[in-house]
């Protein structure tokens, strides 16, 4: 615009009448306020827009979080219902001399918890055990979705207790045969239809 402007004041010089380079110069004006209007306004969308980002931004972070929360509540929610739960039956195990070691056999059974749901559970053989030696007996299922399951037995009592880790569920208690000796039999009838498992709930 400056330039346009220069050029025009040489033509006046050679006789362009004044109220026209006065009227140029007013255009060029008003050419160069609409440009920096329109800069103003492209840097405002700009902030505006950088705003709204940074607004979203924190929209879902809280979101996440919230939904972090939730899932921490509603797993707890779930342990405190395998922390309740029992067998029916309560007597599901056994243990039987396997010719070099023994075998506990965790009979099917339905699982129920301390929500009133229930679900069932298939039964399988935890096998080269120890002779005469008392086991606890879970296996973990943090979903309570039942079904085939791997059951596994400890010496450790705190180990088989209910969320000892996540998803953990207690099955009650068998000691093996001596070598050559009878079947033994073992489990857990709550009292009240309540946990009564080893040591105290978590």
Same mark, same amino acid.
């Given at each position: 615009?400056?330039?346009?402007?220069?050029?025009?004041?040489?033509?006046?010089?050679?006789?362009?009448?004044?109220?026209?380079?006065?009227?140029?110069?007013?255009?060029?004006?008003?050419?160069?306020? %609409?440009?920096?209007?329109?800069?103003?306004?492209?840097?405002?969308? =700009?902030?505006?827009?950088?705003?709204?980002?940074?607004?979203?931004?924190?929209?879902?972070?809280?979101q996440a979080a919230?939904?972090?929360?939730?899932?921490?509540? @509603? $797993?707890?929610?779930? /342990? @405190? =219902?395998?922390?309740?739960?029992?067998?029916?039956?309560?007597?599901?195990?056994?243990?039987? @001399?396997? *010719?070099? /070691?023994?075998?506990?056999?965790?009979?099917?059974?339905?699982?129920?918890? #301390?929500?009133?749901s229930s679900v069932?559970?298939?039964?399988?053989?935890? $096998?080269?055990? =120890?002779?005469?030696?008392?086991?606890?007996?879970?296996? @973990?299922?943090?979903?309570?979705? *039942? #079904?085939?399951?791997?059951?596994?037995?400890? %010496?450790?009592? /705190?180990?088989?207790?209910?969320?000892?880790?996540?998803?953990?569920?207690?099955?009650?208690?068998? %000691?093996?045969? =001596?070598?050559?000796?009878?079947?033994?039999?073992?489990?857990?009838?709550?009292? #009240?239809?309540?946990?009564?498992?080893? #040591?105290?709930?978590?």
């Open positions: 615009m400056a330039r346009l402007l220069s050029r025009l004041r040489d033509f006046g010089i050679a006789g362009l009448p004044s109220s026209l380079l006065t009227w140029s110069q007013r255009v060029c004006e008003q050419i160069e306020a %609409t440009f920096s209007s329109q800069q103003d306004q492209i840097t405002a969308i =700009a902030a505006l827009q950088a705003t709204q980002t940074a607004q979203l931004a924190q929209i879902l972070a809280a919230a939904d972090a929360a939730q899932t921490t509540a @509603d $797993t707890a929610k779930k /342990n @405190d =219902a395998i922390s309740a739960s029992w067998t029916s039956p309560g007597s599901i195990l056994s243990a039987s @001399d396997a *010719g070099s /070691n023994a075998t506990i056999t965790v009979a099917g059974h339905t699982r129920h918890y #301390g929500d009133v069932s559970v298939t039964g399988a053989n935890i $096998t080269a055990l =120890a002779y005469s030696t008392f086991y606890n007996v879970y296996y @973990d299922d943090p979903t309570r979705a *039942g #079904g085939a399951v791997t059951f596994h037995a400890t %010496t450790d009592p /705190n180990l088989a207790l209910p969320n000892a880790a996540s998803g953990r569920h207690f099955c009650g208690t068998v %000691t093996t045969p =001596a070598s050559g000796g009878g079947t033994t039999s073992g489990g857990y009838t709550p009292s #009240g239809g309540g946990y009564t498992g080893p #040591g105290a709930i978590p």
